[in-house]
C-alpha cells in the first residue's frame, strides 16, 4: 500500500525552463510534507518543507505547493540548472508519529 | 553531513551470516531511523529510536533488529542476511521542532551474495 506515489519516474527539462515534480498521497491524516534530493552516492539531503495550513512555500528557486482536497503536491523549480539534476522524494507525515512516508522518486535531469 | 557518520560504507557478505551496521552521530538528536533505498521502491522505513532503549518496527522490519544503548548509537542488524537485503541503507536523525526533518548519512552499500 503505496501512501505517497511520485508516478513520474523520470522528468526531462532543459536548463533555464521551470522543473515541476509531482507527488499524490493517499492518507488524509498527512499533515506536514517534505522534499528531498538525492544525488548518486550520497545520502538524501532537505530542500523545502510545507505544513498542511499552507499551501504555498517558497525557498529561492524552489517552491512546494499543497493541493489538500486533491491530496497532491508538486515541488516547482524555476529556473532550472544543471546542478539541480537528482533524484526527488516527496515525503510525508503525521507530526507526532514521527514515521516519514517518502514516494519512489523522479530522476530529474536538465539538459543545457 | 549534520554530523552523522554511516559505518561500512560497502560490505559484501554471504547468505545466513549475520550482518551490523553502525550509525554514529555528534547531534545529540534524540529521533534515529535505519531506511532501505531500492529502485522502484523509494525509501523505506526499517526501524526507528526515540530514545535510548526505546524502538520502534516500521514498514519492512522483518529479518533485522536494531539496539540503541547510547544517544549517539543506532545499530542495525541482520541476524541472517538474505540476498533480498541486498540494498543501500541509510541512517538519519531527526531535527527540527518535532524532529520531523531528517538529515541523513551518506549511506552503505550492503551485498548479500
Known sequence: ?112 | DAGITQSPRHKVTETGTPVTLRCHQTENHRYMYWYRQDPGHGLRLIHYSYGVKDTDKGEVSDGYSVSRSKTEDFLLTLESATSSQTSVYFCAIGAGRGGEKLFFGSGTQLSVL
Open chain 1, 1 to 112: 500500500d503505496q501512501q505517497v506515489k511520485q508516478n513520474s519516474p523520470s522528468l526531462s527539462v532543459q536548463e533555464g525552463r521551470i522543473s515541476i515534480l509531482n507527488c499524490d498521497y493517499t492518507n488524509s491524516m498527512f499533515d506536514y510534507f517534505l522534499w528531498y534530493k538525492k544525488y548518486p552516492a550520497e545520502g538524501p539531503t532537505f530542500l523545502i518543507s510545507i505544513s498542511s495550513i499552507k499551501d504555498k512555500n517558497e525557498d529561492g528557486r524552489f517552491t512546494v505547493f499543497l493541493n489538500k482536497s486533491a491530496k497532491h503536491l508538486s515541488l516547482h523549480i524555476v529556473p532550472s540548472q544543471p546542478g539541480d539534476s537528482a533524484v526527488y522524494f516527496c515525503a510525508a507525515l503525521v507530526q507526532g508519529a514521527q514515521k516519514l512516508v517518502f514516494g519512489q522518486g523522479t530522476r530529474l535531469t536538465i539538459n543545457p
